[in-house]
């Protein structure tokens, strides 16, 4: 799969457009254990926040947060697909939804690793 430097992910209506900055191209696809993740089933990849720009739609996005509040989930109001959150082990980064790039079956990923976001790294105990 070709994945552009500049690269355009919409939401299922394409009310929302996002632009990634993505010079390496994917960073990281991976799946997550947490209780969140595991019911949404999203391939996601890494980005600083300053290389994921919405450029259309930040209005219809809708903001969900759980349990410690801390990252940021956003979804189409329109269409309900998610499409990126803040990160709460690396706030200066956003996760997205790699299913949204335009051009990208996400499947063509399969197998991805499996992040262990059950026993996220900032529920651990540092000794
Ligand atoms: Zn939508």
């Known amino acids: 799969m070709k994945i552009n430097k500049l690269h355009k992910a919409s939401c299922h209506c394409g009310s929302v457009v996002l632009e990634l900055t993505l010079p390496n191209g994917l960073d990281d696809p991976r799946r997550c254990s947490c209780s969140m993740c595991r019911k949404r089933g999203a391939i996601v990849a890494s980005v600083l926040l300053a290389d994921l720009k919405i450029i259309k739609g930040e209005d219809n996005l809708g903001l969900y947060q759980f349990n410690t509040m801390q990252a940021k989930h956003y979804f189409c109001k ?25 051009g990208v079956n996400p499947y063509e990923l399969e197998p991805v690793k499996m992040y262990d976001g059950i026993h996220h790294p900032n529920d651990t105990v540092k000794l």
């Open 78 to 102: 329109t269409c309900g697909i998610y499409t990126h959150h803040q990160r709460r082990s690396n706030p200066h980064q956003f996760a997205f939804n790699v299913a949204c790039l335009e």
